[in-house]
Structures are given as structure tokens and as C-alpha cells.
């Protein structure tokens, strides 16, 4: 029974922290909790490994994150297919700014949107991002500073398209 509480207090801890984060990857809430849910049943079934690891929330984190990539990738052409087809349409509950930040993250690359999110919205140290992105330091930081840079540059786009014709 100690397995189960313990485990339960881990994703009481943690859950919110990394649904936080993938869907920070993925800009797609349900996505997110899905590849969590797959990611958190894994972590169960590995539980004596998994609570050894140095950071079993990194590996969990991950885990969904490699979850929701392969789910990415396997949806890819259809998404494509549907935003050709679709009207622009808005999503209740967010404002200008975070679906800017989230249209921003989604074009960058995978490592450079994975360190950003690790980095400035999960708070990790740069550090910590090449630990769980199994990178040199030196690499995530060209991926975090090319991240903010193209990040400024669409976000600064976007504002301006957003007073000229707003």
C-alpha cells in the first residue's frame, strides 16, 4: 500500500506542473492530458525504477513529452489538411497574447520550444533543461537564446499586424 501512496502524493505534486508543460509544447489542452495520462500509467508500472530516478517528474515530463510528439507526428496531415480548411476561429477563455505565445512556440523548433518551455515556463535552470534534454549545456542555450530570438521577432509581428489593422 505504500507503493499506491506514494505515488498518488507524486502526482498530487506534480500533475498540474507537467500537463502545464506539454501542453505548453503541444498548444492543445486535451492532447496534453491525454499524453500525461499515458505518461503517468507508465510511471505507475515502472514505479520501483521510476521513484529511483533522480527526478521522477522529469521523467514522467519526458515520457509525455515523447507521448505527444509521436501523437504530433502521426496527426500532422490531417491538422495540416483542417487548418486549410478551416475558418479562423477563436478560442473562449484566452486572450490575444497567449494564443500569440502559443502560435509563436509552435513554430519553433522542437529543441528550441522544448528548452524554452523547460526553461522559462517550468523554471528549470539551464542546467536542469540539459539534464532532461540529454544535451550540452552550450547546446541548450543556442536553443534558448535562437528560441527567444525568433520568438521576439513573430511576437513583435504579431503586435504589429495587430495595430495596423486592429
Known sequence: MRDAEEF???YAACAGRVVGHVHALTGNRSE???AVAEAFMRAWQRWHS???ADSPEAWVRRVASRIAVSSWRKTFNRVRAHR????EQSVPGLNEDHVALLQALQRLSANQRRAVV???LNDLSVAEVAAEMQAPVGTVKTHL???RSAMARMLGE???EGT???
Open 118 to 120: 523547460l526553461h522559462h
Open 84 to 87: 486549410r480548411a478551416a475558418v
Open 50 to 52: 521510476v521513484r529511483e
Open 145 to 147: 537564446a535562437r528560441g
Open 8 to 10: 498518488d502524493a507524486f
Open 164 to 166: 495596423t489593422h486592429g
Open 158 to 160: 504579431a503586435h504589429q
Open 32 to 34: 496534453a492530458e491525454d
